[in-house]
């Protein structure tokens, strides 16, 4: 079984930067796509970044120019620095791989931006 973990999330002012990290571990040949989403209260999860084996990457709109994703395929760890953070970036923070097909998720990371 995959499992997930977490971390870098925490409380940080408006214009601030965090760095989530998420490590993989488990039976895994390869990861497929490592991926953020979040969650902010009473919205639904959406994505935040993605980046395949091959380092393609994918971002929300809303981020652009401020997040970026990273990974590193020998470690099975994929990383999100984010820069200039704003309130609307408040969100429960989740880590999603894909392996052989299967989805896993971790349990999430809370982020606080204060105005």
């Known amino acids: 079984q995959v499992q997930l973990v977490e971390s870098g999330g925490g409380l940080v002012q408006a214009g601030g930067s965090l760095r989530l990290s998420c490590a993989a571990s488990?039976?895994?040949?390869?990861?497929?796509?490592m991926a953020w989403y979040r969650q902010a209260p009473g919205k639904q999860r959406e994505l935040v970044a993605a980046i395949t084996y091959d380092g393609d990457t994918n971002y929300a709109d809303s981020v652009k120019g401020r997040f970026t994703i990273s990974r590193d395929n020998a470690k099975n760890t994929v990383s999100l620095q984010m820069n200039s953070l704003e309130p609307e970036d408040t969100a429960v923070y989740y880590c999603?791989?894909?392996?052989?097909?299967?989805?896993?998720w971790g349990k999430g990371t809370l982020v606080t931006v204060s105005s």
């Open positions: 488990g039976p895994i040949f390869r990861v497929a796509v």
């Open positions: 999603r791989v894909v392996v052989d097909y299967t989805q896993y």
